[in-house]
């Protein structure tokens, strides 16, 4: 119960950061609640860069900013999977289906 409590903090909060949070693409999300629960709300906001390259759907600009972090050193190998899960992911525009 304490764990969906705070996992449900974190959307609430990357809804106050990104309007239309829901319509994001689904790693997007997954890898932004990863980081919101990991840094807690104020180490989140943060990374000014990274949210408004997630804001412009520039997911690949958005890895790069992961990157160029100190958490990205602090963290490891889950930074290393977070910023591939961001940059992997297709524009919605981009989409070849």
Known sequence: MLLENDIQECLEDLETIFQAFDLLPETVQQVLVDMRFNL?????????????AVKNLDFNQAALEMKDSQWYSQVGQR??????????????????K
């Open 40 to 52: 807690g709300s104020k180490g989140f906001r943060a990374f000014k860069k990274m949210i408004n």
């Open 79 to 96: 930074a290393e999977i977070l910023m591939t899960m961001m940059k992997e992911t297709q524009h919605p525009k981009s989409s070849t």
